[in-house]
């Protein structure tokens, strides 16, 4: 039986999106690892769920206003 560090899965799925790339998770506890970095990061992507597992697909880079920034316009 192969296993993987979960740390290292995470850190492959998040340099796939960076890239531009789709990365899937199919464990409950990869996919709340993937989803907290990529709040983290705060990185664009779009996350089609199921049940058998969730989909992350990069979106294009749109620069939205933060908060602060929105207070100074």
């Known amino acids: 039986m192969l296993i993987m560090n979960r740390k290292r899965m995470v850190e492959d799925k998040l340099d796939r999106l960076t890239k531009g790339q789709t990365a899937y998770a199919e464990s409950r506890e990869l996919i709340r690892l993937v989803k907290r ?19 992350f697909i990069p979106q294009e880079n749109t620069t939205t206003p933060s908060d602060e920034q929105i207070a100074h316009m």
């Open 37 to 55: 970095e990529i709040e983290n990061r705060q990185i664009s992507v779009l996350m089609d769920e199921t049940d058998s597992g969730c989909w």
